[in-house]
């Protein structure tokens, strides 16, 4: 007799296929466990979709498109196929870790000064903040190189949510009521987002049929269309000459892109950033998001402490965000070697005492030449202003690929305007630059530059195994969010589904420490002993996780209350 030897991977999939599959919840679950696969996102819809596209064949990339394709209709202030976003993602036969840069680019015709002198809200509500689109490259180089759906497949459930609807819930209603003052100053913003004046109520079934329609034809002419065609003409229009309301008052400045911007477009493979921490890899986003490098420098700052709390965390966090605003931006030479070097960890981790640090803390030197606790000098950068919104989501499938995706379109709303007749929102990227003047500053405009990002889309490997993945949305307190749910999980002992849930504080080397009530109730007693200032922040971040806790058992978690709680699920659960 011959031995037959099966894949362990095939015998999976024959248990899965076999396995009766649980009713779809009809609500959002914030923890699953179970086999099969698994995701997290802020959304029911977009969960439904990933789920579905694992239990028919597909992997975790197609089933990552696909959630985001949802979100740009279920999330379209956080997120859709005029925004951004980056991936990163491990290919389980590979056994590699790969990243994908879709982050928007200004046009040719922006210079350093383009946004110069401009208010911050001004700046926003305008053609002027819309970068150049990157999600809908993302997405198809995703699927070319890792995916086994088609870019047609991977937007059919966003055809149907949108065409079908969905139902608002109160976050929606709330986004759209904190923007409808600059809804009602754009006629296509108006009338989809504004029915009758005001915001859709609670509870009523929100469709948008010309986001449908747009989504077809993107699956049925491909991403050409949109970059160099007909969808990248009345993109461009819309940017040039905002659909302003007759009678508005609202100083709208008009875009400076063109179609040769939209034709030059590129997503772009990247190397990872890489650190070990305390045994574990942690891989993450390179320039220019600032998310990988922050991180892990922090990371590694903390590791070179003799003891880790949360006054440490703070310092940390603080240090590594110095050096973010000097160093990191879409520009050559970051070095990036040195920011992860063990050395320069050490020469910034002396400077932590038993007090908070004076504000704010200056840079550190990554030259090279480290030495036992040297004394930075120089002055430090301004927190740029960053929109608290995106949008992440966490998958993994049978196969033991996993990916963490960010996605957005930059603050609540994007620029606030609708291209007419699509049923897509504008981003305001370009306002994640560094408005000017600030000589030497890596985060300035330029042409064809991608402005700096704070998102963090985290991998996490335990002796060449991935164990977690996780990220956010919330701007810069992205990072620190990340950070603290790595410290929750592994130095603080905390469950995944507690790491996430636990009350959070964001240090981005500011006067003021934000906090959440529940964060400042529990330890702002004994921190500000320590020398901390605090200032209130009623919610930081909104993440979704996920922990590959072996023999095939994945746990899914997302925020049980955070932005309305978020939506986990696995293909076969196991409670």
Not at 95 to 118: C, N, Y
């Amino acid at each position: 007799m011959r031995r037959v030897i099966v894949p362990a991977a095939a015998v999976l999939i024959t248990l899965v296929s076999a396995a009766p599959v649980a009713a779809e919840p009809q609500q959002k679950v914030p923890v699953a466990e179970g086999y099969g696969g698994a995701v997290s996102t802020v959304d029911l819809d977009a969960s439904k979709a990933a789920i579905s596209v694992l239990r028919k064949g597909g992997n975790a990339v197609d089933a990552a498109v696909a959630a985001g394709a949802v979100l740009g209709v279920t999330e379209p202030y956080s997120a859709g196929l005029a925004g951004g976003g980056f991936m990163v993602y491990y290919d389980a036969r590979q056994r590699k870790v790969f990243t994908i840069d879709g982050r928007e680019t200004a046009p040719q015709a922006m210079t350093s000064t383009s946004l110069e002198g401009i208010p911050f809200d001004e700046a926003v509500t305008s053609g002027l903040s819309a970068g150049v689109p990157g999600t809908v490259a993302n997405w198809d180089v995703a699927l070319r190189r890792f995916g086994t759906i088609s870019l047609k497949q991977a937007l059919q459930p966003a055809i149907d949510v949108a065409s079908k609807g969905f139902v608002v819930d109160k976050t929606f209603y709330d986004q759209t009521a904190a923007n409808a003052t600059r809804f009602k100053d754009f006629t296509s913003t108006a009338a989809l987002y504004l029915p009758n004046g005001a915001p859709p109520p609670v509870g009523s079934v929100f469709r948008n049929p010309a986001l449908a329609d747009t989504y077809r034809e993107l699956a049925k002419r491909g991403p050409g269309w949109l970059y160099g065609g007909r969808l990248g003409e009345e993109i461009v229009a819309t940017v040039k000459r905002p659909p302003v309301t007759p009678g508005s008052t609202r100083n709208v400045r008009p875009g400076l892109m063109e179609l040769s911007d939209l034709r030059a477009y590129r997503a772009l493979m990247r190397e990872p950033t890489k650190i070990s921490y305390k045994g574990l890899d942690v891989y993450g986003m390179a320039p220019p998001s600032s998310g990988g490098s922050t991180v892990g420098e922090a990371l590694n700052i903390l590791e070179s402490l003799p003891d880790v709390g949360l006054h440490e965390y703070l310092e940390a966090s603080r240090l590594a965000f110095a050096d973010r605003g000097k160093y990191v931006g879409d520009i050559p030479g970051v070095p990036l070697k040195e920011l992860l070097s063990d050395g320069f960890a050490k020469e910034r981790a002396c400077l932590i005492g038993e007090r908070a640090m004076a504000h704010p803390a200056t840079p550190g030197s990554p030259d090279g030449s480290y030495e036992p606790c040297a004394q930075p000098t120089g002055s430090a950068t301004p927190v740029a202003d960053e929109g608290p919104e995106t949008t992440h989501l966490v998958v993994a499938d049978r196969w033991g690929n996993v990916i963490a995706y960010n996605l957005t379109i930059e603050s609540t709303g994007g620029n606030g305007i609708v291209v007419p007749g699509r049923g897509v929102m504008l981003n305001n990227e370009l306002t994640d630059f560094t408005p000017g003047p600030a000589p030497g500053d890596p985060n300035l405009p330029a042409p064809g530059k991608r402005p700096r990002s704070s998102m963090a889309p985290t991998l996490v490997f335990d002796d060449g195994r991935p164990v977690l993945a996780a990220g956010s949305p919330g701007g810069s307190t992205i990072i620190t969010t990340v950070l603290q749910i790595l410290l929750n999980r592994y130095d603080f002992g905390m469950s995944l589904p507690k790491a996430l849930a636990a009350p959070r504080a964001t240090q981005r080397n500011t006067e003021l420490t934000q906090a959440e009530e529940a964060f400042l109730a529990q330890y702002r007693d004994e921190l500000e002993a320590r020398g901390h200032r605090f200032a209130l922040n009623p919610e930081i971040g909104a993440a979704t996780a996920l922990e590959l806790l072996g023999g095939g058992r994945i746990q899914a978690v997302a925020e049980p209350t955070r932005r309305g709680g978020g939506s986990a699920m696995v293909v076969v659960p196991t409670r």
